[in-house]
């Protein structure tokens, strides 16, 4: 499983509020993600990070944030959560180099806004 | 819009038949891969295709892969009841360190 634990596994929080979800991986790899899960979406990906202080926006950025002062492990932040970031989150690392990259992924953080 | 588009998007079967789920994308790519996911739970990589691979086996999994037609498909024999989940593709395109991942096909085992 690749050593990837996510906190909290459920949340639920009201509009405005400030989020933090927590990743953390043991096996010191390099590249970091956070996606969201939503019903007719698929995975769509937030922000990634490639090294300590190194991160990159994805497709849905917009209303998060992150952080990763530590390779083990990467934040995401909801500034001010809104009903429409109820969502279901992962995060994954990623493990081989060139044409043989894949991802392993955490179990998910389900996160209720009302 | 997904890079990755799977189809059909649900499919029932019982169980000891063949699932075939397949998959578009609309770029050329590094590789192409598909994942599952049981329910409540996180992605599971299952295999890995490169873009100069036509065809590879892994246990009861076959996957073929044709860029002339930017498609793949996984076929998953001799079907089991802790095979229902859902099957997403992913594609990784070449100068890019992420993947984009299709919507998902929902797959069900009839006992």
């Known amino acids: 499983d690749a050593g990837i634990t996510q906190s909290p596994r459920h949340k639920v929080t009201e509009t405005g509020t400030p989020v933090t979800l927590r990743c953390h991986q043991t096996?010191?790899?390099?590249?970091m993600y956070w996606y969201r899960q939503d019903p007719g979406h698929g995975l769509r990906l937030i922000h990634y990070?490639?090294?300590?202080?190194?991160?990159d926006k994805g497709e849905v950025s917009d209303g998060y944030s992150v952080s990763r002062s530590k390779t083990e492990d990467f934040l995401l932040t909801l500034e001010s959560a809104t009903s429409s970031q109820t969502s279901v989150y992962f995060c994954a690392i990623r493990k081989g180099q060139g044409e043989r990259k894949t991802q392993y992924f955490g179990p998910g953080t389900r996160l209720l806004v009302l | 819009s997904q890079q990755g588009e799977e189809d059909p998007q649900a499919l029932s079967i019982q169980e000891g038949e063949n699932a075939t789920m397949n998959c578009s994308y609309k770029t050329s790519i590094n590789n192409l891969q598909w994942y599952r996911q049981n329910s409540g739970r996180g992605l599971v990589h299952l295999i890995l295709?490169?873009?100069?691979?036509r065809e590879k086996h892994s246990g009861r999994l076959r996957v073929t892969l044709d860029t002339s037609k930017k498609s793949s498909s996984l076929l998953i024999t001799a079907s089991r009841a802790a095979d229902t989940a859902s099957y997403f593709c992913?594609?990784?395109?070449?100068?890019?360190?992420?993947?984009?991942f299709g919507t998902g096909t929902r797959l069900t085992i009839i006992p």
């Open positions: 992913a594609t990784d395109v070449q100068g890019n360190e992420k993947l984009t």
């Open positions: 990070s490639y090294g300590v202080k190194d991160t």
């Open positions: 295709i490169r873009s100069n691979e």
């Open positions: 096996e010191n790899h390099r590249y």
